[in-house]
């Protein structure tokens, strides 16, 4: 365990040293994962690039989905998050946005910065739509419900 704290503290410094060069551009395009222009912190070359877009995002996730899975059987449970992730995932492209994450019962999506408010609205007022009228008529014995939040300002692209 000494040696890996070790390797990292090394890294660390090698990241934070002045010689280590972070380049980045402003971007209006919602950046992919294959973004060639967005790269890893090269350790030998001591460089790395990342993006800058000034745009809205739009989170949502399962409220109480901790005691949900307590309550519930596996595979009930399995089956909501399924329709959950597939659900929100075209819920927030139809309006333009981009699912850039889904962790657990949390799914980031992203819109490209033109018309940004409206279309992060109109995707909240969607999901929460889905949420109420959809979602709770096969999963009746909990009132299923999301928290929805959106965000404007910077945001630095980075891959890690």
């Given at each position: 365990m000494i040696e890996l704290v070790d390797s990292l503290r090394d890294e660390l410094g090698a990241i934070t040293a002045p010689t280590f060069k972070v380049s980045h551009c402003r971007t209006t395009v919602v950046p992919s994962d294959e973004?060639?222009?967005i790269t890893f912190a090269n350790l030998k070359t001591k460089d790395m690039k990342c993006k800058r877009i000034d745009t809205?995002?739009?989170y949502v996730d399962i409220r109480e989905s901790t005691?949900?899975?307590l309550d519930h059987r596996l595979d009930t449970i399995a089956k909501l998050y399924s329709f959950f992730g597939r659900a929100m995932?075209?819920?927030g492209s139809h309006f333009?946005?981009?699912v850039r994450a889904i962790t657990g019962d949390r799914v980031m999506v992203v819109f490209p910065p033109l018309n940004c408010f409206e279309n992060a609205v109109h995707t909240a007022v969607l999901?929460?739509?889905v949420s109420q009228f959809v979602m709770n008529e096969h999963f009746p014995y909990d009132n299923v419900r999301c928290g929805i939040g959106i965000d404007y300002g910077p945001m630095l692209v980075v891959r890690f």
């Open positions: 973004d060639s222009q809205c995002v739009l005691q949900l899975n995932t075209q819920c333009g946005g981009q999901i929460n739509s």
